[in-house]
């Protein structure tokens, strides 16, 4: 588990949420349904759609899997996904002069994802071309990378701790969060004004600095100590947190301004360039 729980696909513009499972993409049922109906209520369209195949005795529905996504509100719900077979049987049955052009994207996007399986540096280059294409820096990039290196050793390290539920990875993340920074990452996206989009996207160099000490020296006291109940993965985690968030506190004395910021991303010309063409 990294922090790139739900990741954004795009699709003619349109935002397709989805996420790893058993090593593939499973992407949101209700999201493709917006994307080739232009629906405005997706959710009753499935909905629909759902119950008529099942009452047609289609087996598309049994390709479906509930899993848990990034929603419009901030939270993790659970959402109807599919992944690129099951997608395929689905898109047969909706009527859109798009669904040709959505099952030439899937069977790319797809293959990618097996591609990076093979060479996993793959997936690597192509999280940086992505950041790249989106106008960051180049040091920005470098950070940015470092600290997703970091975050999946240290989910590692919690999956060897007995961590398995979602709901306590993040607890851990907000012990470290709220040692270092003050504020959980809820909290965090709230201030910056962030809804759907990465926390760590929006991040400047001090915060994703912060974040990988906190994040780094957690990991490495759970590897001298070996915590075996949740309890004592929390203590870890706020004691790692701690180390950041004296660091932080002793940086901010010398530069004279917090280090938590309100900025973000796309308040950037980058940013509002960004935006305004996936507008």
């Not at 997608?87 to 899937?106: D, G, M, N, T």
């Amino acid at each position: 588990m990294t922090d790139e729980i739900t990741q954004i696909a795009i699709f003619r513009q349109k935002e397709i949420r989805r996420k790893i499972y058993k090593n593939e993409w499973w992407f949101s049922v209700v999201d493709v349904c917006k994307a080739l109906t232009d629906s405005i209520d997706a959710g009753a369209y499935w909905r629909k759609l759902k119950q008529r195949l099942g009452k047609e005795g289609s087996e598309v529905v049994t390709f479906c899997h509930g899993l848990k996504l990034l929603a419009p509100d901030g939270k993790m719900r659970e959402t109807d996904c599919a992944n690129t077979e099951g997608l395929f049987r689905i898109v047969q049955s909706i009527p859109s002069p798009k669904a040709e052009p959505f099952k030439r994207w899937l069977a790319k996007v797809g293959y990618e994802r097996i591609q990076e399986i093979e060479d996993p540096e793959l997936a690597t280059k192509r999280t940086r071309m992505l950041y790249k294409i989106k106008g960051y820096s180049d040091d920005w990039i470098e950070k940015r990378m470092r600290g997703i290196a970091i975050r999946e050793e240290l989910t590692d390290e919690w999956q060897k701790r007995g961590v398995k539920q979602q709901k306590e990875y993040e607890i851990l993340t907000a012990e470290i969060s709220k040692a270092a920074f003050g504020v959980t990452p809820s909290e965090y996206k709230k201030l910056k004004g962030l809804k759907r989009e990465n926390l760590r996207d929006h991040m400047d160099d001090f915060e994703l600095i912060f974040t990988m000490l906190g994040e780094r020296v957690t990991t490495e006291i759970s590897r001298q100590e070996k915590p075996d109940t949740f309890p004592k993965n929390k203590t870890v985690a706020k004691r790692g947190g701690n180390v950041a968030g004296k660091a932080r506190t002793e940086t901010e004395k010398e530069i004279g301004r917090s280090v938590v910021s309100r900025e973000n991303y796309l308040q950037t010309p980058e940013g509002r360039k960004r935006l305004k063409t996936e507008k």
